[in-house]
């Protein structure tokens, strides 16, 4: 289980000083004009949960990613990996988790399968079984044949492969996926997303950004939005259909006036050629369907039309598509 | 493998590492057959004389050449992979900051060592081939203190410049300037101290070129050689009221050893604790 709690992280605008809690005193040096990376960010993945961490490019996602798995730290607030705090309780921490960056990065001479037993002795696994692991790990990404051959010399996608299989070092209960599929090719894709639903399955706790709307829209059980550094909503999938923007498109059999009165003394409705749309997303379809019936109409078609993820996110940033 | 034993011998497999010190050892080569060739017809030194001269000699190349080993070192166990982000794929294990600067500087430590030791035993070789002698043991192990400490020193600089320059270029940019000044501007300027100070055959002109030393890390080999050899230059230049009169002695040299093995590095791991 992840937890974000009041997490902010503030850059000082002269890089020689150290960052300052925004909510501490003045010190030299320090311009207070500086918007925060990330302001007071709570957030909580739960075991078995994929959280989509959506925002527009500098919102502050790979910030709150790279503060969680230890490789940043939080000007304020904490952040806590299965109950131990990343900064004070690092061994802990970092012993359950996994982390692939939006950009991986791993020393170039090395040959993949040295530097993936290298990161386990981090962890305190070594000999022959390791070694096997490692193997199989770079077999179940793709990078089969590979072992030998220098990082430096594999592709962006390679790389992203192969971040893969260092996350996955430790068997992670809490993951952390920056634009996991970003540069991936298509068996890629397939892999990752199979690879999630099965950890999900297995109770592993993740939290996954991405840039791909449709993909966060699929995998994740909640979204998070994060604007400006903010965490401005956090929505199930349930939510979401019931969104604001999602709307009834019914067709029945010999539409006239009285289903558009009927279905206007539902909510605001609108004829698209023989369909009606209604835009009342709290509205039970069920009902909807039974009311028509009894009033003598046939339902030939019904459906929940919900707003997509994009446009639902554009809508709350408070800007067009 | 373990991580620490990896990281050593990351040190020792890099490819600059090894062409300074194989530049070394063949300047160390070139320097010593000159001299016995000019040196030996004019009968100028006797056996020992001869042996703390070619020590001397080789030290002063040494000297100049080990803060390349430094630099390229901690540049390639520490600020490359600070600088290009590769150290954060460490930082993700279990394992704190702190571990992973004092592991990685501990591997330079004792890579530096082993690499040094080796070229002063090719050193050695030399010097039993070119003059029949081998050179004395004290005075060898005076160097290696001087020279591990020197590069040591840089070392650490490059990973105090790790935390305060985020690219490579830059850090090793500086390393370069920081390099030029240490090692060749600050020689110029001690001559110029001691002279402007009544020379180098007085007590006050001797005594603020050591200090000029102290302050300078390429500068320690030769104040543990003077200390070894009884004397400046090769015991050329003895201070009238002793080496302790004008600041050389085991106190000093332990604190000066130390300070540089030691603060540079400690500074980088502070930074390391509180910074991105």
């Given at each position: 289980?992840?937890?974000?709690?009041?997490?902010?992280?503030?850059?000082?605008?002269?890089?020689?000083?150290?960052?300052?809690?925004?909510?501490?005193?003045?010190?030299?040096?320090?311009?207070?004009?500086?918007?925060?990376?990330?302001?007071?960010?709570?957030?909580?993945?739960?075991?078995?949960?994929?959280?989509?961490?959506?925002?527009?490019?500098?919102?502050?996602?790979?910030?709150?990613?790279?503060?969680?798995?230890?490789?940043?730290?939080?000007?304020?607030?904490?952040?806590?990996?299965?109950?131990?705090?990343?900064?004070?309780?690092?061994?802990?921490?970092?012993?359950?988790?996994?982390?692939?960056?939006?950009?991986?990065?791993?020393?170039?001479?090395?040959?993949?399968?040295?530097?993936?037993?290298?990161?386990?002795?981090?962890?305190?696994?070594?000999?022959?079984?390791?070694?096997?692991?490692?193997?199989?790990?770079?077999?179940?990404?793709?990078?089969?044949?590979?072992?030998?051959?220098?990082?430096?010399?594999?592709?962006?996608?390679?790389?992203?492969?192969?971040?893969?299989?260092?996350?996955?070092?430790?068997?992670?209960?809490?993951?952390?996926?920056?634009?996991?599929?970003?540069?991936?090719?298509?068996?890629?894709?397939?892999?990752?997303?199979?690879?999630?639903?099965?950890?999900?399955?297995?109770?592993?706790?993740?939290?996954?950004?991405?840039?791909?709307?449709?993909?966060?829209?699929?995998?994740?059980?909640?979204?998070?939005?994060?604007?400006?550094?903010?965490?401005?909503?956090?929505?199930?999938?349930?939510?979401?259909?019931?969104?604001?923007?999602?709307?009834?498109?019914?067709?029945?059999?010999?539409?006239?006036?009285?289903?558009?009165?009927?279905?206007?003394?539902?909510?605001?409705?609108?004829?698209?050629?023989?369909?009606?749309?209604?835009?009342?997303?709290?509205?039970?379809?069920?009902?909807?369907?039974?009311?028509?019936?009894?009033?003598?109409?046939?339902?030939?078609?019904?459906?929940?039309?919900?707003?997509?993820?994009?446009?639902?996110?554009?809508?709350?940033?408070?800007?067009?598509? | 493998?373990?991580?620490?034993?990896?990281?050593?011998?990351?040190?020792?497999?890099?490819?600059?590492?090894?062409?300074?010190?194989?530049?070394?050892?063949?300047?160390?080569?070139?320097?010593?057959?000159?001299?016995?060739?000019?040196?030996?017809?004019?009968?100028?030194?006797?056996?020992?004389?001869?042996?703390?001269?070619?020590?001397?000699?080789?030290?002063?190349?040494?000297?100049?050449?080990?803060?390349?080993?430094?630099?390229?070192?901690?540049?390639?166990?520490?600020?490359?992979?600070?600088?290009?982000?590769?150290?954060?794929?460490?930082?993700?294990?279990?394992?704190?900051?702190?571990?992973?600067?004092?592991?990685?500087?501990?591997?330079?430590?004792?890579?530096?060592?082993?690499?040094?030791?080796?070229?002063?035993?090719?050193?050695?070789?030399?010097?039993?081939?070119?003059?029949?002698?081998?050179?004395?043991?004290?005075q060898l192990v005076g160097l290696f203190l001087g020279l591990l400490v020197e590069s040591v020193a840089f070392a650490g600089l490059l990973f105090l410049l790790a935390h305060l320059l985020r690219s490579p270029g830059a850090i090793m940019g500086s390393a370069v300037v920081v390099f030029v000044l240490i090692d060749i501007v600050w020689f110029f300027l001690l001559l110029f101290v001691g002279v402007f100070f009544g020379g180098l055959s007085t007590t006050?002109?001797?005594?603020?070129?050591?200090?000029?030393?102290?302050?300078?890390?390429?500068?320690?080999?030769?104040?543990?050689?003077?200390?070894?050899?009884?004397?400046?230059?090769?015991?050329?230049?003895?201070?009238?009221?002793?080496?302790?009169?004008?600041?050389?002695?085991?106190?000093?040299?332990?604190?000066?050893?130390?300070?540089?093995?030691?603060?540079?590095?400690?500074?980088?791991?502070?930074?390391?604790?509180?910074?991105?």
């Amino acid at each position: 289980m992840l937890r974000f709690a009041g997490v902010s992280k503030r850059y000082p605008a002269n890089r020689w000083l150290p960052a300052r809690d925004p909510g501490g005193p003045a010190a030299w040096g320090h311009r207070e004009d500086q918007r925060p990376a990330l302001d007071g960010l709570d957030l909580e993945v739960r075991n078995g949960e994929i959280v989509g961490l959506v925002g527009l490019n500098g919102a502050g996602k790979t910030t709150a990613i790279r503060i969680a798995v230890g490789v940043s730290l939080p000007t304020r607030g904490s952040v806590s990996v299965d109950g131990h705090d990343i900064v004070e309780e690092k061994i802990e921490a970092a012993s359950t988790l996994g982390w692939v960056p939006e950009f991986p990065n791993f020393e170039p001479q090395a040959g993949a399968l040295d530097l993936l037993q290298y990161f386990a002795g981090y962890h305190g696994m070594a000999g022959a079984p390791t070694r096997e692991w490692c193997i199989s790990l770079l077999k179940q990404v793709g990078l089969e044949g590979r072992e030998r051959d220098r990082v430096g010399t594999f592709s962006q996608g390679m790389k992203k492969r192969f971040a893969m299989a260092a996350a996955l070092l430790n068997r992670p209960k809490n993951l952390f996926l920056d634009e996991l599929l970003n540069g991936l090719d298509p068996q890629g894709i397939r892999f990752s997303r199979n690879l999630l639903l099965s950890l999900r399955q297995q109770g592993c706790a993740i939290l996954l950004s991405s840039h791909i709307l449709t993909e966060i829209e699929q995998l994740s059980d909640r979204i998070a939005f994060v604007h400006q550094g903010k965490l401005i909503k956090t929505i199930s999938h349930e939510e979401l259909e019931k969104a604001p923007g999602s709307r009834l498109r019914i067709r029945v059999t010999s539409p006239d006036q009285g289903a558009l009165e009927y279905l206007r003394s539902v909510g605001p409705t609108e004829t698209d050629g023989p369909t009606f749309v209604l835009a009342a997303p709290q509205v039970d379809p069920a009902e909807v369907n039974a009311q028509l019936v009894r009033r003598g109409y046939r339902v030939v078609d019904l459906h929940t039309e919900r707003e997509d993820l994009e446009a639902y996110f554009f809508r709350l940033i408070g800007e067009d598509t | 493998m373990n991580s620490f034993v990896y990281d050593v011998l990351r040190v020792l497999r890099n490819r600059g590492v090894l062409l300074v010190m194989l530049l070394t050892t063949l300047l160390s080569f070139v320097a010593l057959t000159i001299f016995v060739a000019v040196a030996r017809p004019l009968s100028a030194f006797q056996v020992n004389a001869d042996q703390t001269i070619v020590v001397l000699i080789m030290g002063m190349i040494y000297a100049f050449f080990v803060p390349i080993l430094g630099i390229q070192s901690g540049y390639s166990t520490y600020a490359r992979d600070r600088a290009t982000g590769v150290l954060e794929s460490v930082m993700v294990r279990p394992v704190t900051r702190e571990r992973i600067i004092l592991s990685r500087y501990l591997a330079v430590v004792i890579a530096s060592a082993l690499a040094i030791a080796v070229a002063l035993g090719l050193l050695d070789l030399i010097s039993v081939f070119e003059t029949g002698y081998a050179l004395p043991t004290l005075q060898l192990v005076g160097l290696f203190l001087g020279l591990l400490v020197e590069s040591v020193a840089f070392a650490g600089l490059l990973f105090l410049l790790a935390h305060l320059l985020r690219s490579p270029g830059a850090i090793m940019g500086s390393a370069v300037v920081v390099f030029v000044l240490i090692d060749i501007v600050w020689f110029f300027l001690l001559l110029f101290v001691g002279v402007f100070f009544g020379g180098l055959s007085t007590t006050s002109g001797l005594s603020r070129v050591v200090g000029l030393e102290y302050v300078d890390p390429s500068g320690f080999p030769l104040l543990v050689m003077a200390f070894v050899q009884g004397g400046l230059f090769g015991g050329l230049i003895q201070p009238p009221g002793g080496l302790g009169s004008i600041g050389i002695s085991v106190p000093f040299l332990v604190v000066a050893g130390l300070f540089w093995s030691i603060v540079p590095f400690l500074l980088a791991l502070w930074l390391a604790r509180t910074r991105d």
